[in-house]
């Protein structure tokens, strides 16, 4: 898949008319999209750098870009709830995902965090992704594929329960995990098992009660750094003149993300020394 340079056939491509409706394509030889105001021809893009504006029959004026990785998660279809951009970008820093690490997440749900995954990790790096519902791997198997215009070599998309994965499943233990479902401290045995010393474990979970659950839980294992927990609100801007203000609305709660993380065998967690009251 290229990710710049002069449109291909086979490219996505976001076409945005003036009114900044989107209507997404994929460039064929020969193609035609059909618009109501005439017909596209593929053609016309084929060649063309990203940025360009190509004209419907009519005269219409459409903006022609690749979709970015944001684009395609947020117009994907999906089974489940996605993670959200903003979340995403948050697991990815404070996950530490490095090039060539191993990564474990459950549930896959839609993909999109396992395309996130899958670009930091790069070539040298594993993913993968189990889910319990067959029908939402094959809602994150078909967008993942989609997005990368193949299946990546490195993507292990897994029907099964995140509880009975072993370590001989994933070939050694892992770098990372990642959890993003209802209930992920029925899930902290297995993760321990999993992750390799000093590896990072994150959970992404939607309540409060379930915060203070998988919270409670990593404590009780006692084989985790004391957990840190926070949510991420981006709140967008409208700059114009003396207009510029904080749009009035946002997607102010996704979910809280939880961070810890594996210590050595045998290894007792040092307390956390909270500060006297006054
Ligand atoms: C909110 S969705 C995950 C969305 C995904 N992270 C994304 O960005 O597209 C939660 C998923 O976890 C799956 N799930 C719940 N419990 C599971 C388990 N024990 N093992 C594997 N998957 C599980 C559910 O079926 C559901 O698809």
Redesign the pocket.
């Known amino acids: 898949m290229a990710y710049s340079g002069p449109f291909q056939p086979g490219d996505r491509v976001q076409l945005t008319d003036p009114k900044r409706r989107h209507a997404t394509i994929v460039l064929e030889q020969d193609g035609q999209f059909h618009t109501h105001k005439g017909m596209i021809a593929h053609n016309d893009i084929i060649g063309a750098d990203e940025g360009t504006v190509v004209k419907s029959e009519q005269g219409y004026e459409y903006l022609c870009f690749r979709h970015l990785l944001v684009d395609h ?1 947020l117009s994907m279809p ?6 959200y951009p903003k979340d ?1 970008a948050q697991i990815l820093v404070e996950g530490d995902i490095f090039p060539g690490a191993r990564v474990l ?10 395309m996130s995954l899958l670009r930091a990790v790069g070539d040298r790096g594993e993913v993968f992704s ?4 067959e029908d ?1 791997l094959q809602f ?1 198997e078909s ?1 993942v594929d989609q997005y990368f215009a193949g299946r990546p070599a490195n993507w292990h998309p897994r029907l ?4 009975e994965v072993t370590v001989d499943d994933l070939g050694g233990p892992v770098d990372r995990i ?1 959890l ?4 992920p401290w ?2 902290l045995e297995t993760a321990k098992n999993l992750l390799l010393p000093g590896g990072v474990f994150m959970a ?1 979970v939607a309540t409060v009660p379930q915060l203070m659950r998988v919270m409670e839980g990593i404590r009780e294992q006692k084989c985790f750094t004391e957990p840190r927990a926070w949510e991420s609100l981006v709140r967008e801007w409208r700059v114009e003149g003396l207009a510029t203000r904080p749009e009035h609305r946002m997607n102010a709660h996704t979910a809280f993300l939880v961070c810890t993380r594996r210590l050595a065998d045998g290894v007792t967690p040092p307390r956390p020394q909270r500060r006297a009251r006054k």
């Open positions: 998660v999906r089974g489940a709830a996605v993670i995403s997440e459950a549930g896959a749900g839609s993909g999109a965090l396992s189990y889910e319990i519902r939402h994150a967008n099964g329960d995140f509880k990642i993003d479902m209802l209930e029925e899930c992404y």
